[in-house]
């Protein structure tokens, strides 16, 4: 026995060093659980996927239980209740030289070091063991459902077999019926980081955006400057709209391709490499959770029973104390704590039935949780406040593709941008000339969407055009520079219009009275600005102006003089047409004061204010314009001072300012119907608010 209690140990030692080799896992001693010191705060809950309660199993029974996926648990054979069984020469006799595992799954691993195992049993599950001899470092061996197959010493004698890992590979049952998704908590998702290193739970608030802690992308939760943007360290992969993982039918597996930490909590937005449809979000809550109130803990994370649950599980907590960063909940009345893998998990309030995320699970002491130290009493749990950082998460929303159009509204002399997300919801408004660039005040602007980025062309209190470009992810990829110097002088600047054509960018602007065009390439170089003439003019006193790219590459320009609509186009080849009269198609009985033209799938809109108040809208098909109706009749008895449009899939989209300080959004789709009018909140925006254009995603 002295030799063969010695062999076990040699055999152990082995293991562990093969089980680092093949797996990639470092296999180090740790403390017992039921004497490790408490920590000076509590433990983040991010599941790492080492056994629970591992040292004292070692302790009591000398087996050896690295890791796994919680579909493989160790259990008591004497209640019968197993699918697999070892035959294994183990120092606790009373256990009859056997040893029991539960997977009630189809799949699972697990991580282990059972030396002198001789004999694997299987029942109702195939699996496939990777083991250790003195004849082969490291062998599989596949045992089907319901059979048995001798390893080590029964086939050996001298070949000894240490067991390293099991995986079901297969059930020859039945499993129980998946669980449906329940709707309303369809937004919880699962992370798993790492192939199996790390994992944590998730919240989706936007159909391209997951929140969840910060700890989880770190081998260090308590520094979570490790955390930085851009893509995670480790594969992520995010299963969403399952609240029973096994249920396979329901929801996506999407990987998480980008990280956007959050500067002073436990906090990440976690952007999905696809968007999902069909999950509705969780909607942030804006106010404050209070002592005393009762909220909702969601998790896929540990139970007092189970370690890798396939189920989210709900429990009720009630908020303590409550800081700028935090909130500190303890579990109600016969509730269960917060525990491993159940960072980032929501913690909800329901409002008139419907779910506000109002923090976001970070720490907690996890007494009474599965593994955690027997002397571990506390159960309280610190989490991340959500619900004062919104516009933290709506900047972070739009930095993907999503958004239904971006709006620069002119108030006085400056120039304020904001994201309209595919929600309805729109981003705070950014101060453009405090992040690209102080231009002297704003006098007019224009702006275009060319694939992801938004182009700016304008009029400083300079006299000058500048020009500036927004990229996707919120990041000026340029700040303003002056065209005229970079291109010519154009004199005195009154009207600037843009738009794309494809790749390039064609800018038209009236200076002196005359009317001028360049072209910006997909390459970024600039054709110089040239005066439109011959054909196409030119007019005199041009008072508004706006321009629209058309399906085969003509750019149509639509200008007010004198009170009247005038219209020409570029062809694709760079000729101009003719200016020509749009008064009889326009029908207006005022002078008009306002223009705006935009594509619409194969047609253009042009839409005008007049100055008795009327707007009218027109549709260019087959050469020429014809009455379309009057917005009037959409926006009601508005007085407006400008108008703007702009494309989003097959609509138009128009803007209105109004001369009670606000602005109209509303569109025409392409059966002629309209949407109804929608107010901008601009309350956030300082001054008078002068105009507004819009621009759409392509």
């Given at each position: 026995m002295t030799s063969r209690a010695h062999a076990r140990g040699l055999f152990a030692a082995a293991a562990a060093l093969v089980l680092a080799g093949v797996t990639g896992w470092t296999v180090a001693p740790t403390a017992s659980a039921d004497t490790t010191p408490a920590p000076a705060a509590a433990p983040a809950t991010v599941e790492t996927f080492s056994y629970p309660d591992a040292q004292r199993i070692l302790a009591e029974r000398g087996i050896t239980l690295t890791r796994g996926d919680g579909g493989i648990t160790l259990t008591d054979c004497a209640d019968g209740n197993y699918q697999i069984k070892l035959g294994a020469i183990t120092p606790d006799k009373t256990d009859g030289d056997v040893v029991c595992f539960k997977a009630p799954g189809a799949?699972?691993?697990?991580a282990l070091s059972i030396p002198d195992a001789y004999r694997i049993h299987t029942y109702d599950r195939s699996i496939r063991a990777s083991l250790s001899t003195n004849q082969q470092p490291v062998e599989t061996v596949d045992v089907a459902a319901n059979t048995s197959k001798g390893i080590g010493q029964s086939i050996d004698p001298n070949a000894p077999a240490v067991v390293l890992e099991l995986r079901v590979t297969g059930s020859s049952t039945a499993l129980p019926t998946p669980q449906p998704t329940d709707p309303k908590l369809a937004f919880a998702a699962k992370l798993n980081i790492g192939n199996g290193k790390r994992a944590c739970t998730a919240t989706l608030v936007d159909r391209s955006w997951l929140l969840t802690a910060a700890s989880c992308f770190t081998d260090t939760p308590d520094n979570l400057s490790t955390v930085t943007a851009g893509a995670p360290k480790d594969k992520t992969t995010a299963t969403i709209g399952r609240t029973d993982l096994t249920n396979t039918t329901a929801g996506a597996v999407i990987d998480v391709v980008e990280l956007v930490p959050h500067q002073d909590r436990d906090l990440v937005m976690a952007r999905l490499a696809t968007p999902v449809d069909g999950i509705n979000p969780a909607v942030l809550s804006t106010a404050a959770p209070t002592a005393g109130e009762s909220l909702r803990a969601l998790g896929f994370g540990r139970t007092v029973t189970d370690w890798v649950p396939t189920k989210l599980?709900?429990?009720?907590?009630?908020?303590?104390?409550?800081?700028?960063?935090?909130?500190?909940?303890?579990?109600?009345?016969?509730?269960?704590?917060?525990?491993?893998?159940?960072?980032?998990?929501?913690?909800?309030?329901e409002?008139?039935?419907?779910?506000?995320?109002?923090?976001?699970?970070?720490?907690?002491?996890?007494?009474?949780?599965?593994?955690?130290?027997?002397a571990e009493t506390r159960t309280d749990a610190f989490n991340s406040r959500v619900d004062n950082i919104a516009s933290w998460v709506q900047q972070t929303r739009a930095k993907s593709l999503g958004w239904k159009t971006q709006a620069l509204v002119r108030s006085d002399d400056n120039l304020y941008f904001a994201t309209r997300l595919y929600d309805g919801s729109w981003t705070p408004y950014e101060d453009v000339q405090a992040a690209a660039g102080n231009i002297g005040g704003v006098r007019a602007v224009a702006t275009a969407g060319i694939n992801t980025s938004t182009h700016i062309i304008a009029l400083g209190g300079d006299g000058h055009l500048h020009y500036a470009i927004r990229n996707l992810d919120g990041i000026w990829a340029q700040r303003f520079?002056?065209?005229?110097?970079?291109?010519?002088?154009?004199?005195?600047?009154?009207?600037?219009s843009i738009s794309p054509i494809g790749d390039n960018l064609h800018v038209v602007v009236v200076a002196d009275d005359f009317l001028f065009h360049?072209?910006?390439n997909g390459a970024g170089q600039w054709s110089g600005f040239g005066v439109v003439t011959d054909a196409?003019?030119?007019?005199?006193?041009?008072?508004?102006?706006?321009a629209a790219g058309a399906a085969g590459g003509d750019l149509h320009i639509a200008a007010v003089s004198g009170g009247k609509i005038y219209h020409t186009l570029r062809n694709a080849a760079g000729s101009w047409g003719a200016w020509g009269s749009v008064a009889d198609a326009a029908g207006a009985t005022a002078p008009v004061t306002a223009v705006a033209i935009s594509r619409q799938s194969l047609d253009l809109n042009l839409a005008f204010i007049a100055s008795d108040g009327q707007y009218h809208t027109l549709r260019w098909a087959n050469g020429s314009w014809q009455p379309v109706a009057s917005l009037g009749g959409v926006i009601g008895n508005v007085i407006g001072t400008?108008?703007?449009?702009?494309?989003?899939?097959?609509?138009?989209?128009?803007?209105?300012?109004?001369?009670?300080?606000?602005?109209?959004?509303?569109?025409?789709?392409?059966?002629?119907?309209?949407?109804?009018?929608?107010?901008?909140?601009?309350?956030?925006?300082?001054?008078?608010?002068?105009?507004?254009?819009?621009?759409?995603?392509?």
């Open positions: 799949s699972g691993y697990l599980h709900t429990n009720t907590h009630i908020a303590g104390v409550i800081t700028t960063t935090g909130v500190d909940t303890t579990p109600a009345a016969g509730q269960a704590p917060i525990c491993q893998g159940d960072a980032g998990a929501p913690v909800i309030r409002v008139n039935g419907k779910s506000e995320l109002v923090a976001v699970s970070s720490r907690s002491w996890q007494g009474g949780c599965l593994g955690a130290p027997v520079v002056d065209l005229n110097i970079a291109l010519n002088d154009l004199g005195n600047i009154t009207q600037v360049t072209v910006r196409a003019g030119p007019l005199k006193g041009i008072t508004s102006i706006s400008s108008i703007s449009a702009a494309p989003f899939d097959t609509d138009a989209q128009f803007a209105i300012a109004t001369t009670d300080n606000k602005v109209l959004l509303t569109a025409r789709h392409a059966d002629g119907t309209w949407a109804a009018p929608e107010t901008l909140n601009l309350t956030s925006i300082p001054g008078n608010h002068t105009g507004t254009m819009i621009t759409s995603s392509l």
